[in-house]
């Protein structure tokens, strides 16, 4: 009975056990929003499933919460429950200066919100995802990406049902699994687990896709779930990573990366292709779990080339893309790449004894394995769409090449 993991940009699932209690594929992440003024500040939580604020937050707190907020023309009230992503129309109004506040993260050593430096949401935003269950079936991402046609297919060939013995495990696709473990993310998705496990008396099966496959190997790794799980299910998982997300992160670039339907909802609701590169390209700006599925040595080979600026004939080796970062002006993502950049080591991990596992990926079609810039690369703004240097098979995004890995 349960379920479990993702979402990002291209997204998906599939495949169980008929008399085994399943679990259905992640919805999406980032699901209401409040933002609050001095006055109510005290009583702001913090991000989802870190450890409460002893006495809230500071004066120094509240003030920084309330500059940031009035510079980028978000309201100095408290507002609850606005679709974070997809942006609601109402908070698109806001500006996109004001979305990038909500939805951008921090890197904070604050012993009150995380057990070790990793990255939060800003002073002034709490971010929650829905609830899990049926229930976050029912978040536009998880049709707009797809994932309702993977219940319909368990439902119809296995004999599901959802809510029932199929349910979706939602969570915060901003952050990077490392991050997920400090704020305590990790341990309450395990609980809910835990919850179905006991309500039915099944272990659970993970279903999980793309970036979901990595938090849902992280998840295995929580100390309860032993012997709670019996199978993981992972379609697309981002163990190599991809060089898409480079140019998701240079060029506000996320026609890889995104459904053409969620692409075109967001293209409606910010005015345009422009106004979506822009976005884009600063809400991604600093977002771990964007980093965590650039490229990996152990898919593409240390000394292969990622990115090849034409101008200047610079060359990014997969081992260096923390060099990329601070070029393009990321540099607080390329001070912490190393911790981010950290799917290989939990491969070494696996899935714990007694999990079957399994990889699925698309193997027919010309995935990007390196980028050609023709101009320098600019830092702080959005460069030009880049041309493909070389191409491997695979799905479009995740190149084949990370089957092998799944093979430890």
Known sequence: ???PAQTTASTAA???APDTAAAATAAAAAGSVSLVDRSSVAAVPPAVGAAAVPGGLTAADARAAAAAAAALGCPLVPFENVSVWLPSAPLATLGSKCWKSLMQLSYS???RLVSRPSYVNNTNVRVTVNRPGASAMRYPLFSLAGYMRLVDFLE???DYSRGVDLFALPYDFRLDVDSMVASGQLRVLAQEVLKRVARSGQRAIFIAHSHGATVGLQLLQEPSL????QGFIALAPMFGGSAATLAARASGLWDYMMPPLLTEELTAVLGGPEQLKQAMYSLTQGMPSVAQMMPYAEAF????VAVTVASSNKKYRVEGLGNFLSDIGDTAMASTYSQVHAAAALLKAGPPPGVQSFCIYGASSD???SLRYERPLLAGQPNELPGVESVGKGDGVAPLSGLRLCKR
């Open 1 to 3: 009975p349960v379920a």
């Open 109 to 111: 050593d604050s012993a």
């Open 226 to 229: 032993k012997g709670k799980v």
């Open 367 to 369: 995935t990007p394995l």
């Open 156 to 158: 119809n060939n296995f």
């Open 14 to 16: 599939s495949t169980a």
């Open 301 to 304: 080979g240390p000394q292969a």
